[in-house]
């Protein structure tokens, strides 16, 4: 079986949230000479396995196996691997079996490494991930097998393959602010307190704004407004309470208390309330770290590219384990179709793919 063959096959076991879809029963078997161990929680699959080749560095490949549901608007059946012009379509293409399938060939196939290497997989990255990645790197605090450095196969390129490897994330706050007015007929406004009238000179103050200036790794954290509603759906009744919700991906230079701070300098003298919940932490691997050196190095020998190092994007499992201070980095496919219909990934960027990660085992 090759990479493309083993892409396939992973394609076609659903594996819709928290699912494996028996992908795991068949890596156990698969990855011979390898040690596995399952930990399985709250209805989720999770999956390691490791080799020790020798005393050095442990080089592990993580990512996840389950995949959003398929949704309408496909032209092929999405759990079916369609291969058109060059290119496979299926569910999880992109996000992320092409990269499962491109690590798991590499270490299946790697013969002399000096250290260990390791694949560690789960079923809920597209879920809650309250029982997944966090339940499997617990364990491995737990039994001293924590690995030095980690690639998560997530799709990371833009325009080519090679042209970025992710080596942080941007954190995750979601604001939800209550501006307190006073409901009141419409004909008589001086006796009702408009909370839509309060915040409409101010809004776009608060609507997009920056609150850093980003760094050499990061964007400017940003508020994004993302819901705001007040009202009982009629005209003859002014609004007693106002809620609006937003999202800021902060960097580094910006936390909670700081959005907390700019939101009471501009609400002034309002009655309000604001809820922050931090959902994910910016983090960001040294680009002068082996990992980083030695993949950007592999990417532009096989792709004649020289990659950038980019945080951009949503949040992945790397959070979790950039937590326990391990090199984590990502790097994958062409990312363009995650998520939606026909989503699909080229053959060609799978099996440079594979190469990629062989070369890094080579190199490491």
């Known amino acids: 079986m090759n990479v493309i063959d083993l892409l396939k096959k992973l394609l076609e076991s659903p594996s819709?949230?928290?699912?494996?879809?028996?992908?795991?029963?068949?890596?156990?078997?698969?990855l011979e000479g390898f040690t596995t161990i399952r930990i399985d929680r709250e209805g989720v699959k999770n999956f390691f396995?490791?080799?020790?080749?020798?005393?050095?560095?442990?080089?592990?490949?993580?990512?996840?196996?389950?995949?959003?549901?398929?949704?309408?608007?496909?032209?092929?059946?999405?759990?079916?691997?369609n291969e058109i012009e060059g290119y496979i379509y299926?569910?999880?293409?992109?996000?992320?079996?092409?990269?499962?399938?491109?690590?798991?060939q590499a270490l299946k196939e790697a013969t002399q490494f000096n250290g260990t290497l390791s694949i560690l997989l789960t079923s809920d990255e597209e879920g809650p991930a309250k029982f997944g990645t966090v339940e499997v790197l617990a364990y491995?605090?737990?039994?001293?097998?924590?690995?030095?450095?980690?690639?998560?196969?997530?799709?990371?390129?833009?325009?080519?393959?090679?042209?970025?490897?992710?080596?942080?994330?941007?954190?995750?706050?979601?604001?939800?602010?209550?501006?307190?007015?006073?409901?009141?007929?419409?004909?008589?406004?001086?006796?009702?307190?408009?909370?839509?009238?309060?915040?409409a000179p101010i809004l776009s103050k608060?609507?997009?704004?920056?609150?850093?200036?980003?760094?050499?790794?990061?964007?400017?954290?940003?508020?994004?407004?993302?819901?705001?509603?007040?009202?009982?759906?009629?005209?003859?009744?002014?609004?007693?309470?106002?809620?609006?919700?937003?999202?800021v991906r902060n960097s580094t230079r910006t936390d909670r208390d700081k959005i907390r701070s700019f939101i009471a300098v501009q609400m002034g003298g309002m009655d309000y309330t604001l809820t922050l919940d931090q959902s994910a932490y910016p983090f960001v691997t040294d680009a002068d770290t082996p990992i980083v050196r030695t993949l950007s190095t592999v990417i532009d020998?096989?792709?004649?590219?020289?990659?950038?190092?980019?945080?951009?994007?949503?949040?992945?499992?790397?959070?979790?384990?950039?937590?326990?201070?391990?090199?984590?980095?990502?790097?994958?496919?062409i990312n363009d179709t995650i998520?939606?219909?026909?989503?699909?990934?080229?053959?060609?960027?799978v099996e440079q793919l594979y190469t990629v990660f062989s070369r890094l085992i080579e190199r490491f």
């Not at 795991?24 to 698969?30: I, S, V």
């Not at 020790?52 to 759990?79: I, M, R, S, Y």
């Not at 299926?90 to 798991?104: E, H, I, L, N, Y």
């Not at 004649?304 to 496919?333: C, H, L, M, Q, W």
């Open 301 to 333: 020998e096989i792709c004649k590219v020289v990659p950038k190092n980019s945080t951009a994007g949503g949040t992945s499992d790397a959070r979790f384990i950039a937590e326990y201070g391990i090199d984590v980095i990502e790097f994958g496919v």
């Open 140 to 199: 491995l605090k737990e039994h001293n097998l924590l690995p030095d450095a980690v690639v998560v196969a997530e799709p990371t390129c833009e325009t080519i393959f090679g042209d970025a490897i992710k080596i942080g994330r941007r954190g995750s706050i979601n604001g939800v602010m209550e501006i307190i007015g006073k409901q009141g007929h419409a004909a008589y406004p001086e006796k009702a307190i408009n909370p839509v009238h309060q915040i």
């Open 49 to 81: 396995a490791y080799r020790c080749f020798g005393e050095g560095k442990h080089l592990c490949f993580a990512g996840h196996v389950d995949v959003v549901p398929a949704g309408e608007g496909w032209n092929t059946n999405p759990f079916v691997a």
């Open 90 to 104: 299926a569910r999880g293409a992109q996000d992320m079996k092409s990269g499962v399938a491109a690590f798991t």
């Open 16 to 30: 819709v949230t928290p699912e494996d879809g028996g992908i795991f029963d068949f890596l156990e078997t698969y």
């Open 339 to 349: 998520h939606a219909p026909n989503e699909r990934t080229s053959i060609i960027e």
């Open 206 to 247: 608060i609507a997009g704004a920056f609150l850093d200036e980003g760094d050499a790794y990061f964007a400017p954290s940003q508020i994004v407004i993302t819901d705001i509603r007040a009202g009982i759906e009629t005209t003859n009744v002014s609004p007693g309470k106002l809620k609006m919700m937003f999202n």
